[in-house]
């Protein structure tokens, strides 16, 4: 079974940034796509942002020009840098295999992130 790992979550002010880190028990190489989730209290996750193996970043619209997630193969880790942050980003974060097979592996504790000032 797949284990995946969040981390670098905070409590930050709007306009701040945060970077997050998922580390995966597998060479993430092999994935076709992995992708960041997110879920607000009362909410349904969403996929915030999805990487192909082929190098297509995809992201839903509320966080396009400020978001930018990449991938480090070699450490098995998937990241998402998160600028210009505002309240509504206010989510646990998750990362897992997005596409036509999202969701594929087991769920991680993920990493909270609040922003608030």
């Known amino acids: 079974q797949v284990q995946l790992v969040e981390s670098g979550g905070g409590e930050v002010q709007p306009g701040e940034s945060l970077t997050l880190s998922c580390v995966a028990s597998?060479?993430?190489?092999?994935?076709?796509?992995m992708g960041w989730y997110r879920q607000a209290p009362g909410k349904q996750r969403e996929l915030v942002a999805s990487?192909?193996?082929?190098?297509?970043?995809n992201y839903t619209d509320s966080v396009k020009g400020r978001f930018t997630i990449f991938r480090d193969i070699f450490k098995n880790t998937l990241y998402l840098e998160m600028n210009s942050l505002r309240p509504e980003d206010t989510a646990t974060y998750y990362c897992?295999?997005?596409?036509?097979?999202?969701?594929?592996?087991?769920w991680g504790q993920g990493t909270q992130v609040t922003v608030s000032s």
């Open positions: 897992n295999t997005a596409g036509p097979s999202g969701g594929r592996w087991s």
């Open positions: 597998l060479n993430i190489d092999s994935v076709e796509t």
């Open positions: 990487r192909s193996s082929g190098g297509s970043n």
